[in-house]
């Protein structure tokens, strides 16, 4: 497609179960970036891949939060023993390479979870 | 560590007049970048302007132009000629350009601009 694809748009599950956030980059996007967007908070960073590997995983809260990339193109965001603290927006982001002009990212429309 | 502070929740402009969104940053380092994004209902961010630290002009594109007041660590979003389909969320952003976490953006906590007709 011609942008970042985010599936499921909406998740509703309930605490303690194993979700999945499938994320489609752009094609020929390296870089692949996850944010989580809690209600009336700017987005904040989890963890960021150039190609198949995770460069820098220091923004996920915790061990329950785990994210693949296996084949550089398509990203997984896996949340375990879900809580309902962990109930926001989770938005993927692509772009052509970390550094250049601006850098900008291309994002999604985000996969709502709810964790009830 | 970077900063960012967006210090109106929420703005009304009326149709077709020009409107400023604050931010404020806070950065220790020389080398930085500015963005702005707007996010409709629909969720999706989308890139609006983007100022360098060491560009001279102040950035424009479009009805969007980013007023850059370095020594103030201001860089607010006027959007002139207002529409309707200007109402939405609007995100202040930096990158730190400098040191190896290069790639990583903080945002403000945005601002709600609604456009009346």
């Known amino acids: 497609g011609a942008g970042v694809s985010q599936t499921p748009s909406n998740k509703v599950t309930e605490k303690g179960k194993y979700v999945e956030l499938r994320c489609d980059p752009i094609s020929g996007h390296t870089a692949l970036y996850w944010y989580r967007q809690s209600l009336g908070q700017g987005p904040e960073f989890l963890i960021y891949f150039q190609g198949t590997g995770a460069a820098d995983d220091s923004g996920l809260p915790n061990d329950r939060f785990f994210a693949v990339r296996p084949e550089g193109s398509v990203s997984t965001l896996k949340i375990q023993r879900t809580e309902r603290g962990d109930s926001a927006v989770y938005l993927c982001?692509?772009?052509?390479?970390?550094?250049?002009?601006?850098?900008?990212?291309?994002f999604g429309e985000g996969s709502r979870l709810t964790v009830l | 560590a970077q900063k960012i502070t967006q210090t109106q929740p929420g703005m009304f402009v009326q149709e077709k007049e020009a409107v400023t969104l604050d931010c404020t940053y806070d950065t220790s380092d020389q080398s930085y970048g500015l963005f702005w994004y707007k996010q409709p209902s629909s969720g999706e961010m989308i890139f609006l302007i983007y100022?360098?630290?060491?560009?001279?002009q102040n950035a424009t594109e479009g009805r969007y132009s980013l007023n850059f007041q370095k020594a103030r660590k201001s860089a607010n979003l006027v959007i002139s000629a207002s529409q309707l389909g200007d109402s939405a969320m609007y995100f202040c952003a930096m990158r730190v350009i400098s040191g190896g976490s290069n790639y990583k953006l903080t945002f403000g906590k945005g601002t709600l601009l609604t456009v009346n007709p």
């Open positions: 982001a692509s772009s052509s390479g970390a550094s250049g002009r601006t850098g900008e990212l291309f």
């Open positions: 100022q360098g630290s060491y560009d001279e």
